[in-house]
Nanobody
Framework: VQLQASGGGLVQAGGSLTLSCVASGTIISISAMSWYRRAPGKQRESVAF????????NYAESVKGRFTISRDNAKNTVYLRMNSLKPEDTAVYYCHANVLSGPSPRMNGYWGQGTLVTVSS
């Protein structure tokens, strides 16, 4: 199983970006999916969470009201829509998914490779 994140880039403060993360491989099902970020000189932090059917989402306080997590289970994809971006949102963003996969099915957690978001002031 691999997770491929994309959509990062350079944006001015107040702008918007949408990140995508596609899971591929011998996937039976995907349960929870999440986005994390690591800002320069800081530890990785949880940004947003979505459960298997999208009925439950959670956000870090710092992004509530600005970021929206969603998923398309038919495409094994999770999205992060980021609005009203601030310079302090600058970070490498990572996706994470709990995936049931393999010929002898097991649930494991997988990380994407990260995509850089830079917000200029």
């Amino acid at each position: 199983v691999q997770l491929q994140a994309s959509g990062g880039g350079l944006v001015q403060a107040g702008g918007s970006l949408t990140l995508s993360c596609v899971a591929s491989g011998t996937i039976i099902s995907i349960s929870a999916m999440s986005w994390y970020r690591r800002a320069p000189g800081k530890q990785r932090e949880s940004v947003a969470f979505i459960n298997s059917d999208g009925s439950t989402t959670n956000y870090a306080e710092s992004v509530k009201g600005r970021f929206t997590i969603s998923r398309d289970n038919a495409k094994n994809t999770v999205y992060l829509r980021m609005n009203s971006l601030k310079p302090e949102d600058t970070a490498v963003y990572y996706c994470h998914a709990n995936v049931l996969s393999g010929p002898s099915p097991r649930m494991n957690g997988y990380w994407g490779q990260g995509t850089l978001v830079t917000v200029s002031s």
